[in-house]
């Protein structure tokens, strides 16, 4: 029986979501994390909420020590794997800082796994591997095709995870492929906390809301959707976060390799999150039109129809919600944690 589980890049924002959820759902929680992009604070808001206690440990997943020390002092049943550097314009500015990190260190952790006998572990992957879509919706039996560093360094570790469950079929692996994660806890406790500048539109829209930025800037107008704007299937971080508690469970059943995409189904365009904000705020969102940006595709979209008749998962919240969430996030944490 599942019981205690290894949440690496637990700090994050998707990570700490998980955490909670977890939690809640009663399961004991230990943290991997490096503090590289994130604060440990979110863990101690997380222990307030619950009153429970998360077993935290500052590491690195590539340091093989750091990793063999924390599977000697804790009993791990499996592992979520959320740990990684994830924005794709840096990724094509420090590839191979990119994958050294995500695919160096994911070699790392499940060798120490397989080490101690640990072998189930939901990972965290991304809409990413499927590259530029020539049908929508996306469905998990697409071709695959990364086209930039980050999404190939979650393509390879899928081919790792693969060839894992190839080679020992006493592994239990689940591939979550995710699309848009937007929103925060209802709380407004936890939420998305970048550093710097956000390279995702809903926080920086956040910060614009709250005037930590002036503008937004609106790459494209001229794409074949209803507005223009790019389309993308934006999902709530708490139901993301309850996917991974699905797809963990289903481990149970032993299920070997898993592959499922989480996502609404439905694409919003980026005018369409402009609204939705100026809905929840009452006021208009400062934005202006500029060029395209390199790189992005049209409309992306998936089909997340196995995930419910496989994981029994389905999203249940909609654009206004994330909305509404991410601002009370924002307007109670203006400087984050």
């Not at 699309?179 to 500048?197: C, K, M, Q, T, Y």
């Not at 039109?289 to 997340?304: E, H, N």
Request: net charge negative.
């Amino acid at each position: 029986m599942i019981k205690t589980i290894l949440v690496t890049g637990g700090t994050g924002y998707i990570g700490s979501h998980a955490c909670l959820e977890l939690l809640e759902a009663g399961f004991d929680v230990v943290v991997v994390d490096n503090l590289s992009n994130s604060k440990s604070d979110s863990l101690s808001r997380i222990e307030e909420m619950t009153g429970r206690e998360i077993q935290f440990h500052l590491a690195d997943l590539r340091d093989e020590k750091a990793m063999k020390d924390l599977f000697d002092g804790e009993q791990i049943d499996a592992v979520m794997h959320f740990a990684g550097l994830k924005a794709v314009g840096e990724s094509t500015e420090i590839p191979v800082t990119y994958y050294q990190n995500n695919i160096g260190g994911t070699a790392n952790l499940l060798q120490a796994m397989a080490a101690y006998g640990v072998k189930n572990i939901v990972f965290s992957s991304s809409c990413t591997v499927y590259g530029a879509p020539e049908t929508l919706p996306l469905r998990e039996d697409f071709p695959l095709h990364a086209v930039n560093p980050y999404g190939q360094t979650k393509l390879t570790i899928e081919y790792m995870l693969r060839d894992l469950a190839a080679s020992d079929p006493d592994w239990n692996i689940s591939i979550l492929r995710y699309f848009n994660p937007v929103g925060a806890h209802r709380s407004g406790e936890i939420g998305e906390d970048p550093l710097g500048i956000p390279n995702n539109l809903m926080p920086y829209i956040t910060k614009v809301a709250v005037g930590e930025l002036e503008e937004l800037a609106v790459y494209g107008d001229d794409y074949d959707t209803p507005d223009g704007s790019c389309v993308r299937d934006y999902l709530h971080v708490v139901d993301l976060a309850r996917g991974h508690i699905n797809a963990l469970k289903k481990l149970d059943d032993n299920p070997g390799l898993i592959i499922h995409n989480l996502g609404t189904g439905r694409g919003y365009s980026v005018l369409d999150v402009i609204h939705a904000f100026e809905k929840a705020t009452g006021k208009p969102v400062p934005h202006r039109i500029v060029g395209r940006r390199p790189g992005d595709a049209s409309a992306v979209y998936a089909d997340p129809s196995l995930a419910e008749q496989e994981l029994g998962w389905k999203a249940k919240r909609g654009i206004d919600e994330m909305c509404v969430d991410a601002l009370r996030w924002q307007q109670q944490n203006p400087k984050g944690y």
